[in-house]
């Protein structure tokens, strides 16, 4: 009995540490997986199945900023689907960008680094790839606005969200403190994907 009085508490505690860094992992796996799907119907605007219009009441807050954009709706409410309410993407931060091209999206325009600091310095010869191309200056990274793009457009998804702990003691060990929840931990966690629109794509604009 006093055996099992010292080890039972550890085991415990182990035993919810591992079952919270399951959820935990499950949650992140689930969310890359429908981002992923996501993305591809943001890519071609087609869907593996039958899409219909969207019901509001289903597509998650971020993604209904336009009700009028049936596109960007049905990626949300793909999103949802493959999450499996492990996910509150209610309260998920999203974020879309668009770039014309790969580069511009991660270094900027390629350059010559003579002098071997990592950034571009003026007299350093670069390639002039930007929209509109030829307009004299080096352009770094930079995005060319916001939504999830029109035809041929390099489109960046992000996703944070912050992952509460069921267990307040295992999340004073893991996580940190929620600034908005007093005696609950929280975990931050981020997904992005980085896709290019086919050239077909209707575009950004596209209404049901």
């Known amino acids: 009995m006093i055996e099992f009085g010292l080890v039972f508490p550890m085991m415990l505690l182990i035993t919810m540490g591992i ?3 399951s959820l935990y992992m499950a949650g992140l796996s689930t969310l890359e997986g429908g981002l992923r799907e996501a993305s591809r119907y943001g890519i071609t605007s087609q869907s593996p199945t039958a ?6 009441s289903k597509v998650p807050v971020p993604f209904k900023t336009d009700p009028n954009d049936y596109r960007t709706q049905q990626i949300g409410l793909i999103l949802r689907q493959h999450t499996l309410n492990l996910i509150n993407l209610d309260t998920a931060t999203v974020s879309t960008k668009t770039y014309d091209n790969f580069m511009l999206a991660k270094d900027g325009e390629p350059f010559t680094d003579n002098n071997g600091n990592g950034i571009w310095d003026p007299g350093e010869s670069w390639q002039d790839i930007a929209c ?5 200056v080096w352009d770094g990274p930079k995005s060319t606005g916001n939504g999830v793009g029109a035809a041929g457009a390099i489109v960046v998804y992000t996703i944070t969200y912050n ?3 069921f267990t307040p003691l295992i999340g004073k060990i893991l996580g940190k403190p ?3 929840n007093v005696g609950a931990y929280i975990l931050p966690l ?8 086919e050239p077909t794509l209707s575009g950004s604009t596209f209404k049901c």
């Open 51 to 56: 899409a219909t219009k969207p019901d509001l």
């Open 163 to 165: 992952w509460r702990f």
């Open 19 to 21: 079952m919270e860094i």
């Open 132 to 136: 509109p191309v030829g307009n004299g």
């Open 190 to 197: 981020s997904v992005t994907m980085v896709v290019k629109n």
């Open 178 to 180: 929620d600034p908005n």
